[in-house]
């Protein structure tokens, strides 16, 4: 029974020294730069904050599907389609604007 923990120990030490492939080093260096994005976002929101945003992405996404191509299925043809197109850049750059202005996550500290 003594030998149990040892054993475990070995085994251990093993799997940290065994030399580990590319994907395996390029999945553990991506889940760390994930989670600390995450800790970045979870220091600077508020979870008020996280559903208005959530609910601004929801309603961006169903103005954008369902209200700019009504012109194009409305009027038809070139003109509908070049106004759709028109009221699509406008409304995705006012909605990019919003949302850099609102929900901009804040620049990490130095030395962090």
Same mark, same amino acid.
Do not use: T
């Given at each position: 029974?003594?030998?149990?923990?040892?054993?475990?120990?070995?085994?251990?030490?093993?799997?940290?020294?065994?030399?580990?492939?590319?994907?395996?080093?390029?999945?553990?260096?991506?889940?760390?730069?994930?989670?600390?994005?995450?800790?970045?976002?979870?220091?600077?929101?508020? %979870?008020?904050?996280?559903?208005?945003?959530?609910?601004?992405? @929801? #309603?961006? =996404? *169903?103005?954008? !599907? +369902?209200?700019?191509?009504?012109?194009? %299925?409305?009027?038809?043809?070139?003109?509908?389609?070049?106004? @759709? #197109?028109? =009221? *699509?850049?406008? !409304? +995705?750059?006012?909605?990019?604007?919003?949302?850099?202005?609102?929900?901009?996550?804040?620049?990490?500290?130095? #030395?962090?």
């Amino acid at each position: 029974m003594s030998d149990l923990p040892s054993l475990d120990r070995v085994r251990r030490a093993d799997d940290e020294a065994r030399p580990k492939s590319y994907r395996e080093r390029q999945e553990s260096l991506g889940a760390w730069l994930l989670q600390r994005r995450r800790l970045r976002r979870a220091k600077a929101f508020s %979870l008020r904050k996280e559903a208005a945003r959530n609910l601004f992405i @929801s #309603g961006c =996404l *169903l103005f954008d !599907a +369902l209200v700019v191509p009504e012109p194009a %299925l409305i009027l038809g043809g070139i003109a509908g389609v070049a106004l @759709s #197109g028109i =009221l *699509l850049v406008a !409304a +995705l750059a006012l909605e990019v604007n919003f949302y850099r202005s609102h929900f901009a996550v804040p620049p990490p500290e130095r #030395g962090a």
